[in-house]
Structure formats: C-alpha cells, structure tokens
C-alpha cells in the first residue's frame, strides 16, 4: 500500500482534522461529476479615477467576461501577450482580488463572493506559486518560517510536528532539510522557486494557480522547475492552472490550452490540436514565433509580424478585438464580437474567419 493509499483510507471516516491530525492527501479524482474549477462570464474591471472627488472616468477591462472549467487531475495552459489578464484571471479564481462580475465555483460551491472568513477553510484546497521568487519570500524569514506559515495560519500541527513536515517539503521539492534555518537570500532563483512551491504544496491543496512559475529564472533552471511541477502533479494528484507566456514551456506541461488576448479567451483546445491544427489567426501568430533550435526539426513556415500594438484595455476595440492586428479582418469583424464556440469536438474559437475549421 502507497503512502497516498493509507492517506486516503484515513481520509475516509470524514472526520475534521485536530491539532495532531496528519494532513488529509489530496484525491485524485472530484467526489461530484462536475469539474473541479468552473468559470462563467468572470469579469474585472478596475476603475480610473480623477480629481479631488475621484469620480470615476474609465475602467481598465483586464479580464472582461471569460469561461472555461478545469477537470481534477488536469493542467489548463493559459497563454498570451503581456497585458492581456492573465495574472488577474489567477488572482480572481484564487480569490486575491475580488471580480466585478461573473461567477467562480470550486467543486460546485459558488465561491465568487465569499468573505475573508467564508474562504479561510477553502485555502487549503486552492494554493498560488507566484510570479517572482525573489519578492514572494519575506526575507527577514527563515525558510521554516515561510514554508510553516500556512500551518500557524490555519491552526494545523501535522504528525511528527511542523519542523519535520516542513524538512520533508523541502526534500520534497529538492532541496536540503537542512536549510530550514537559512534565509531567501541564500538562495539562488530557482531554489527560492522551490521554497515557494513547498509553502503552496504545505496543506494538500487540490487546486495550485501558477502565474508564470519559470520566466524569472535562467533558461537553465526552467526545466527543472517545470518537470518538477510535473513530478509532483503525477505523485500528489494536483490540478494545475499554468499561467505562462512561453508556448515552449505551456506544451510541455498543460493538457488544455487558452489563448488570450485583450482580457479575452479567443481559443481553448487541448494540447495537440492547438499546435498541430491552430483556428484562430492570434494563435497561429503566436505559434510562428516559437523557436525551433533543432534544425533538422524546422519546417518551412513563414513567421507572421502583427502589425500595431495591443490596443489599451481602457478603451478596447469594437468587434473582434483582435480585429485592429489581424490580417483576414472584415467587415464584420469590427462590428460584431465573436462568440467562444466549440467548432470542432473540444476545440473552441471566437473568431469569424477561423482556420483549419471545418467547413
């Protein structure tokens, strides 16, 4: 019997964990049918004010009215240029912002409008790795400190005590027990990547939001950091939502894919059919700019310029916000929105001139 097998046969009398309690493991699969992670039209909008009586001129539209749900056990990939939501969107679903509009549910709770206290008992099942591994630590904490917060936080002292449940984090991530008493400083960036990871995996969690875990760090680490992240998932049983501007790395890790851009999802397919059969023009673009440093492995394709900028999220354009940039734009693309549907089984694009679609 495996480690998560007795955990799980603990885990089966439902009883409330007290303070000696070992942490329940996370499962590997929903106890409902339902996804894990659903989101329906989430919405953000941060509003701009001006003068003394800070009246409200415009909002900036950093996530305006995106949907998509994540499957326990899976790795939704979240691509896109910088400015296009991403984070927002990880901050929105972890519930460290609140959303102006739409709705969020984790295991088929509505969690959208959950107070502070009302999602005390839900951060243990969601848990963020943060972009920056430099200004995510406290640097005038210990690495038992950081990686133990989560246990003082939550009133939890797991078997054995939190000294030696922290020590087998770090092992666990790959680092030394014995750096318990050193400080972040003494770390290079991709250790205090793994600091922070151990601190997101400290209680279980089912759900762990990765905004942008590796684009800190040296080429050279990056891989480490994503198989690693991998491992875990394959021995823990996580659910990922991987938020990343690197289509190299997303392919590596993710099982579903969404483009975004402009505060939008304008494709989510899985894996294969995003690279090998992409439908809308914004992810073809993206895709021709990926690198291929093996030449025996290039094909002739031709690299495809956008032209202009991304246009402002106060002030987005009308139709096709992609429309401005995009070179099969017609008419109708700057008149009217597409809407995000599913043309092909599991492949869904808002586009009105998709490619590769049937006919």
Known sequence: MTKDDRNDKDDKDG???????????????????????????????????????????????????????????????????????KSTMGRLITRLLEPTGGKVEFEGKDITHLSASGMRPLRRDVQMIFQDPYSSLNPRHTVGTIVSAPFKLQGITPEGGIKREVQRLLELVGLSPEHYNRY??????????????????????????????VSALDVSIQAQVVNLLDDLQEE????????AHDLSVIRHVSDRIAVMYLGKIVELTDRTSLYEKPMHPYTTALLSAVPVPDPRRRTKRERILLKGDVPSPIAPPPGCRFHTRCWKATEVCATQEPPLVELLPGHRVACHHPENAPE
Do not use: M, N, W
Request: hydrophobic share 40%; proline share 8%; with cysteine.
């Open 184 to 213: 972040p400083h003494e770390f290079s960036g991709g250790q205090r990547q793994r600091i922070g990871i151990a601190r997101a995996l400290a209680l279980k969690p089912k759900l762990v939001v990765a905004d942008e875990p």
């Open 236 to 243: 823990l049983g996580l659910t990922y939502v991987i938020i």
């Open 15 to 85: 009883t409330v964990p007290d303070e000696t309690a070992t942490i329940p493991a996370q499962p590997t699969a929903p106890t409902a049918d339902g996804p894990l992670l659903a989101v329906d039209g989430l919405v953000k909008h941060f509003p701009i004010t001006k003068g003394l009586l800070r009246r409200q001129a415009g909002a900036v539209r950093a996530v305006d009215g995106i949907s998509f749900d994540v499957r326990a056990g899976e790795t939704l990939g979240v691509v896109g240029e910088s400015g296009c939501g």
